[in-house]
């Protein structure tokens, strides 16, 4: 069988370098280019590159998959900085690229898709909910993609519950005390030397408190749910956005 032909954008990050090392030695994968900033998207076309892989920022990753899209080339993205307005454009450029698949995923370690399955679960028995999350002090955005859609799952699962607004008195506080809202859920970004990646969801009901924490220890906590989302993004049309999808846990 043959092999698929693989690239990665943004090849000389902390995660793009170690996707490099693990499409390598995927036995079903050809890295076949490696483009870092300032190299030209042209070369995905002239490598022959099926998918890649997209691990850049915010500010690049918009530019890169409507090449990619263009050009019918599938691609598994872990950058961040997904608002619905992207996921918009992104849509409708798929439209017009019929057997192209994008798979976006907030996190790609199995730990941190469970941790959002689960509390994705819980929400509706707790009347609190929080998520914290905390990672290098390199990380340039805040909150984590993570963090914000697990609190997008926890507030769909309240409302779907039904569940009035959280109890909080706060009368006074000091600007960023009570964290971000995300849609109602409290969201608190720690950056620290020493971490990598991590979070915490925080529910609490009468009397208890449960507690949900994830580490990702390693950048290798990724490479398993990369090498997965290459392998069943070229079977999966159009947009699929978290690993769940295909992990047999999607809605
Ligand atoms: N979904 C997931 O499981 C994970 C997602 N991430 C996300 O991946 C992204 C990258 O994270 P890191 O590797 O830590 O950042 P990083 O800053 O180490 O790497 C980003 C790399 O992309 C390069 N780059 C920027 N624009 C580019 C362009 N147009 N073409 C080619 N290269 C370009 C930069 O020069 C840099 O080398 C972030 O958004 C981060 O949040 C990180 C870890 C896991
Ligand atoms: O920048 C990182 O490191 C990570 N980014 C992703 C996010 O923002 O959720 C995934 C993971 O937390 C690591």
Redesign the pocket.
Known sequence: MSKLRVAVIGAKG??GSEAVRAVEAAPDMDLVAALGRGDELETLVESGAQAVVELTTPASVMDNLDFCVRHGIHAVV?T?GWTEERLGRLEAWLKSSERTGVLIA????IG?VLTMHFAQQAARYFESAEVV?L??P????A???????TAQLIASARDRAGLPAQPDATATALDGARGADVDGVPVHAVRMRGL????EVLFGGEGETLTIRHD?LH?SS?MPGILLGLRRVVDTPGLTFGLENFLGLGD
Do not use: Y
């Open positions: 902390r995660i872990g961040t907030p996190n790609f370690s941190a999350e990672h290098h390199n990380k340039v955005d909150p984590s993609g993570t963090a914000i859609r990598l990646a991590h979070q990702s950048h990724f």
